[in-house]
Every structure is written in C-alpha cells, then in structure tokens.
C-alpha cells in the first residue's frame, strides 16, 4: 500500500499558496485492506474511507468509463492494480494532475509544472470531453488563477463539447456550485468571460449572455455594454471582499436591459422590473439558496431609486426603508447598500468615486429606529391607525434629520 497526496495540494504547494484541504489517494489497497486498517468507508460511487485519527480522506486509485451523458454518466474502478499514473490521468487539468509520495518527491507524468511556471490552464487527454463540468471548473480556475492562458487546444475541446450539448446535461446543483465557487474567486469575471468565449454561457446562463452588446448611456457608464459593466460589478464584490450573497447580486442586478426596447436604446427606463422578472427565473432554474436569491431580487428592484436616495424626501426614503424591509432585516439592508455601491462603483473611470447613497441611509434608518411604534400603538385608540401614526412620527423623524443637515430637496 501506497500513499500520496495529489491535486490541489500539490499544486498550491508549488505555486507558495496556502492550502487546508489535502487530498490522498491509496494505491496497491484494496477495501478489506483499508478497513483492516482502521479505515472508515463514507464513498457512496467509489472507494473513500477516512483516516482512523485524523479523519482525512483517503481514496482508492481508480479508473473512470464514459457510460452515459452529463456529471452521474461515469462507471468506475477501483482495485489494487490500478497504478497512479492511470488515476492521475483522469483528473482534469495538468495542473491538477500531480501527487507527491511521503518522501517529498513530485510524481508528475503530464507535465502540470511546466504549466505551472508557463501559467496555462491546459487539460490532461481526451477524457476531459467526458465531463461537462470541467468546463466550469476551467472557468472557475481561470477566475482564480486569473493570469493564467487556458490553452488554444483546451478551449478548442471546449467549445466541441458545447456543441456536441454536454453542458445541456449539468444538474443545476452542480452548475451552482462550480457558479458560486467562481464568483468567490479573486477576479470572477473571468469565469464568464471563459465560459462566454467557449459558447457555455449562452446554455447555462443565457440572462447573462443576453448583456453582452446591449449598450448604455455613455454619461452614466462609460464602458458602454451592459454585459461589461455587469463583469466590472462582480469584480468591485471581488475587490471589497463582499460575501456570496452580494456577488450573486451583483450579477443579475442589471438582467432586465438585456430585453429593453431597441427604439429607446441607450436608456433603460424600467429594466428594474424586468430584471426582477429574470432573477426570479434565472434563481429558480438554478435554485439558487435563499439568501442569495432573495438579496439578489431587492437589488434587481431598487438599486435605482436607492441611488437617487440623495434627491429624495423623508416621505419617500421611508418608504424606500420599509419597501426593502430595512428594519427586519437591517444586516441584508446593508448588504443590499453593498452591492449598490459595486454598481455605483463598478464601471470605467469610476471605480474611485465617492457613492453618498449608504452613509446617508445608514442615518436615515437610525433616525426611523428612535421612533417607539409599541408606545405609539399603545397610546392610539384607533388601532385601524395605528399603522399611519407610526409612518407619519417616522417621516417626522427623518424630515428632522434631513433639515439639521440642509439636506431636504424642495421638491420630490
């Protein structure tokens, strides 16, 4: 029996990156060995059994067959004779493709650190067509590994797998789960640019693919396509850190230009709504978590008025508060600020530029939270009033704020 540690592991270790999750792979093993061992199994598809003390996870070299379409359509075996080489040479990329045995020396039969130092994302063999989900995880490492190549021949095998309709055939849970990893990344939207040039984006993600072309006013958004500036928004979430939920935001925030009126083209006059439409489609075909659905819709609806904020009265700001459910829910209110600010920020020329909007509904929402509705509900005998009364001392609360600081416009 032999160990070693491959993948991902290997790779960051030469690369100098930091990497927690080390993954191992047992060969010359079989399973009555490993669990004479101490061996835990946990593999429901193939041999994985965790170390008796640290729990680790450790496979059985295996071999993997093509036997129908999609991310399940694979047979796989695992014996004692399967060397590591073989099961190396199932692994996606060159890059991933390298083990290191317990003595420290490199086992690399595909080259992965030449590409290492060339920084090319290149697959190990023909196998790669066989699983459609190695087109996302491409994407997702180019958006990592953000000044690495994806070589010519790869993204050839790509674009072949795309027409031959592989990508027809992901699950939506693995297509959000490889999504999301890459929006997580350092420059997500080098994902979307990978999967746009191979022809996937259009399949998996055709709400985005429609941006791509459609052109905005040039006072307002510099880099002009829609489809651009969407991909500079996600990249601001990357630059501030912002979690998944406001990256998520980021990219459906501006879905509904993408089905303007070519006769009022460049202007957008109502594309909130329409985009509102499109995330709830696109979410729910992709059945994206809640959390990250539910962010997404505000932005979609109210990102628009929410950068007019500065122009509006304390009547409408309240409302806008109470629209966006900013009292309940004040942390996803300012996530929702989060990804206005990403927007706001996200576009050429612009990515320095002071954006008023959150401090000043930060104040406004502190001003509404003095505001005591249980004392104003329990001194109204009209309960059907209660409602008004708590809006009306809110809107006082707020005009109060707005005329301290000289900043109450004359006219809505």
Known sequence: MQVYIV???????????????????????TPEAMLAAGFRPVGKDFPVFLHPDSHEEYALARTERKSGRGYHGFTFHAAADVTLEQDLARRDLTINAMARDNEGRVIDPFNGQGDLQAKILRHVGPAFAEDPVRILRIARFAARFHDFSIAPETLTLMRAMVTDGEVDHLVAERVWQELAKGLMEAKPSRMFEVLREC????????????????????DYHPEIDAGIHTLMVIDQAAHYGFPLTVRYAALCH??????????????????????????QTMSE?????NECRDLALLMARHHGTIHRAGEMRA???????EKCDALRRPARFGELLD???????????????????????????????????????????DRGKIP??????????????????GDEPEQQ
């Open 199 to 218: 022809g996937a984006l259009v399949r998996l993600l055709p709400e985005v693919d429609a941006l791509f072309g459609v052109p905005q006013r040039a």
């Open 285 to 289: 075909r992709l059945r994206v978590p």
């Open 7 to 29: 993948g991902g592991a290997v790779r960051d270790e030469l690369l100098g990156r930091p990497c927690d999750d080390r993954d191992y792979v047992v060969v010359g093993a």
């Open 388 to 405: 008004e009364r708590i809006r009306l001392a809110r809107i006082k609360a707020v005009r109060a704020l707005l005329n301290e600081a």
């Open 339 to 381: 990804t206005c600010r990403c927007d706001y920020t996200g576009r050429a020329g612009w990515e320095n530029r002071s954006y008023d909007s959150p401090d000043l509904l930060y104040k406004v929402l502190a001003a509404v939270n003095t505001v005591d509705a249980g004392r104003i509900a329990a001194d109204t005998k």
């Open 254 to 279: 501006d879905l509904g230009k993408a089905t303007t009126p070519a006769d009022i083209l460049p202007r957008h006059i109502g594309h909130e709504m329409r985009s509102l439409q499109l995330c």
């Open 315 to 321: 009547a409408t700001l309240v409302d806008l508060l």
